[in-house]
């Protein structure tokens, strides 16, 4: 499967971002703003997988520098993150709507144990 790509905006309140999906869909991800206390995943090239350990046991990203227990999982706001990502089905003024949906619909595509899939976050 080809790199996936979260392109970003920067607030001063949160990270947002559009996530092109395989199909050519589009799911939105919400993130802590980049200089709170947990700040977003800084932009780069990284690796994810299925997590069956983590607290939320959806994704965890891995080799983010300085920093462990990344996860991509469910949550509405930036203030319920600490440093991972939430998907979601959309953001509407900085608040997202059906994460579980979105999480779902991840994992009709990153949804394979034991396969590492390459994810970009950029500007």
Sequence with gaps: ?????????????????EWILP???VIYTIERPEDS?????PEGRYLFERDLT????????LDVEGRTNIEI???????????CIAPNMEIINGVGWNSV???KK???FYGEVGVKYTLEIRL
């Design 101 to 103: 949906a979105a999480c």
């Design 73 to 83: 999982h469910p949550a509405n706001r930036a203030d319920q993150i600490l440093g």
């Design 54 to 61: 983590g607290r939320h046991q959806w994704w965890k990203i």
């Design 23 to 25: 199909d050519g869909s």
């Design 37 to 41: 206390a947990n700040p977003c995943i």
């Design 1 to 17: 499967m080809d790199t996936m790509i979260i392109t970003r905006k920067y607030f001063n309140d949160r990270t947002e971002g």
């Design 106 to 108: 991840l994992m009709e």
